[in-house]
Nanobody, 118 residues
Framework: QVQLVEFGGGLVQTGGSLRLSCAAS????????MGWFRQAPGKEREFVAS????????NYADSVKGRFTISRDNAKNTVYLQMNSLKPEDTADCYC???????????WGQGTQVTVSS
């Protein structure tokens, strides 16, 4: 089973960019579909984006389509979330998650905070 650690959160102004990274331990990283979720203050955790093990299939929440890009480097056991054109409503704790094809999202990182100032 992999373990996940996120990096790259911080404070950015509206319209700015951030890149989140999620480093995974273990030798079976490419077997996992990887995802990013976020939880804004006072709201439930929501799906942001996912990427298949090979990187060939990606999915995005409607709220981030065209602004965020998920990618992965299986040689580095790392998944990324490039966030552009950030808005104050993107402010949230962001979490990396992993699942196998036959399971739910059951492996989570500790989270990293993203704050977008207006």
């Amino acid at each position: 089973q992999v373990q996940l650690v996120e990096f790259g959160g911080g404070l950015v102004q509206t319209g700015g960019s951030l890149r989140l990274s999620c480093a995974a331990s273990g030798r079976t990283f490419s077997s996992y579909t990887m995802g990013w979720f976020r939880q804004a203050p006072g709201k439930e955790r929501e799906f942001v984006a996912s990427i298949s093990g090979s990187g060939g299939v990606t999915n995005y929440a409607d709220s981030v389509k065209g602004r965020f890009t998920i990618s992965r480097d299986n040689a580095k056991n790392t998944v990324y979330l490039q966030m552009n054109s950030l808005k104050p409503e993107d402010t949230a704790d962001c979490y990396c998650a992993a699942r196998l094809p036959t399971t739910d999202w059951d492996i989570w990182g500790q989270g990293t905070q993203v704050t977008v100032s207006s």
